[in-house]
């Protein structure tokens, strides 16, 4: 029988698709708007800052200050508060800040190819995980985790 | 124009990992139906292999207190096996687990019946468990 009693954290889902909505809808208008006109994918180097700074800080966190202090208090998202740990959300999306870098990165060089490319990826992930809950950040969290390579986490939700 | 590939090849590269992950949990599911272990207890009653590790965060934090909560809440004296792949790899492996936690639900026989990949509520498992003949008060 199980007897080792851990505290469960609770974690608010909603700052988390706050957050897929806004990456999703702004690599979607960015790219369509982009084909027209190039410059506009200096957009991706502003959802990189926005994500690398989201995990830098709740404080700095701009999709969850827009819940926290428009949406919620709106009613125009609702609260899914969950027991879970949040560790492998906040992985999650440092990759998705890591791969939206790498692709700023190659905004500034003209490389515009592949800039869309590896944002469409995050996009593309970013939905998964906003319309059936597919975290696949979590789940290459939970490997490296297995690994070694990570340690483990008792961080607080935030 | 070119431009206009992006989201294909996006799309591509992430069907391939889809691809690979599905392929890895196939495996797992032709065990759905097959007995693998037979080290269990004769208890004559459904029970729940869990496979954890050490370093798996989500298994101390969620899946450990849902199997209390499960048990706590079953008249009947559940067996829930813990196993830590570290300390047993071989039974890890004779049933393909690929990611922390996982729990398989065994009926009476000790044949499989569910396979759950990552954190299963004690709801689903109480469901699984009746689902594989465990007698549990309404």
Same mark, same amino acid.
């Given at each position: 029988?199980?007897?080792?009693?851990?505290?469960?954290?609770?974690? &608010?889902?909603?700052?988390?698709?706050?957050?897929?909505?806004?990456?999703?809808? @702004?690599?979607?208008? @960015?790219?369509?708007? @982009?084909?027209?006109?190039?410059?506009?994918?200096?957009?991706?180097?502003?959802?990189?800052?926005?994500?690398?700074?989201?995990?830098?800080?709740?404080?700095?966190?701009?999709?969850?200050?827009?819940?926290?202090?428009?949406?919620?208090?709106?009613?125009?998202?609702?609260?899914?508060?969950?027991?879970? &740990?949040?560790?492998?959300?906040?992985?999650?999306?440092?990759? @998705?800040?890591?791969?939206?870098?790498?692709?700023?990165?190659?905004?500034?060089?003209?490389?515009?190819?592949?800039?869309?490319?590896?944002?469409?990826?995050?996009?593309?992930?970013?939905?998964?995980?906003?319309?059936?809950?597919?975290?696949?950040?979590?789940?290459?969290?939970?490997?490296?985790?297995?690994?070694?390579?990570?340690?483990?986490?008792?961080?607080?939700?935030? | 124009?070119?431009?206009?590939?992006?989201?294909?090849?996006?799309?591509?590269?992430?069907?391939?990992?889809?691809?690979?992950?599905?392929?890895? /949990?196939?495996?797992? /599911?032709?065990?759905?139906?097959?007995?693998?272990?037979?080290? /269990?207890?004769?208890?004559?009653?459904?029970?729940?292999?869990?496979?954890?590790?050490?370093?798996?965060?989500?298994?101390?934090?969620?899946?450990?207190?849902?199997?209390?909560?499960?048990?706590?809440?079953?008249?009947?004296?559940?067996?829930?096996?813990?196993?830590?792949?570290?300390?047993?790899?071989?039974?890890?492996?004779?049933?393909?687990?690929?990611?922390?936690? !996982? !729990?398989?639900?065994?009926?009476?026989?000790?044949?499989?019946?569910?396979?759950?990949?990552?954190?299963?509520?004690?709801?689903?498992? /109480?469901?699984?468990?009746?689902?594989?003949?465990?007698?549990?008060?309404?």
């Amino acid at each position: 029988m199980i007897s080792i009693p851990m505290a469960i954290v609770p974690f &608010d889902r909603s700052v988390l698709k706050v957050n897929q909505a806004i990456l999703m809808t @702004g690599i979607l208008v @960015g790219y369509v708007a @982009g084909l027209a006109y190039h410059p506009i994918a200096y957009v991706i180097p502003l959802l990189a800052v926005m994500m690398l700074a989201a995990v830098a800080s709740p404080s700095l966190n701009m999709p969850r200050l827009l819940y926290l202090r428009v949406l919620k208090p709106s009613g125009i998202v609702k609260p899914r508060v969950v027991q879970e &740990d949040p560790a492998p959300h906040r992985f999650a999306q440092l990759v @998705g800040a890591i791969f939206l870098t790498a692709a700023s990165v190659f905004v500034v060089t003209g490389v515009l190819l592949v800039a869309w490319v590896l944002a469409w990826i995050v996009a593309a992930l970013a939905f998964l995980n906003f319309a059936w809950n597919i975290c696949v950040g979590c789940i290459m969290y939970a490997q490296l985790v297995r690994m070694g390579v990570l340690p483990l986490s008792r961080e607080p939700a935030r | 124009m070119i431009l206009l590939l992006a989201p294909l090849i996006a799309f591509v590269a992430i069907g391939g990992v889809a691809l690979v992950l599905r392929v890895q /949990r196939g495996g797992q /599911r032709e065990l759905v139906g097959s007995v693998v272990e037979t080290s /269990r207890t004769n208890s004559r009653l459904p029970s729940i292999l869990y496979f954890t590790g050490e370093n798996c965060t989500i298994c101390h934090t969620a899946q450990r207190p849902a199997l209390r909560a499960l048990a706590s809440g079953i008249d009947s004296n559940l067996e829930i096996r813990e196993v830590d792949i570290a300390v047993e790899p071989e039974l890890a492996r004779r049933y393909r687990v690929m990611s922390l936690p !996982t !729990t398989i639900v065994l009926d009476a026989d000790g044949q499989v019946t569910e396979i759950n990949v990552g954190f299963a509520s004690s709801d689903t498992l /109480r469901r699984q468990l009746v689902g594989a003949g465990m007698p549990v008060a309404a």
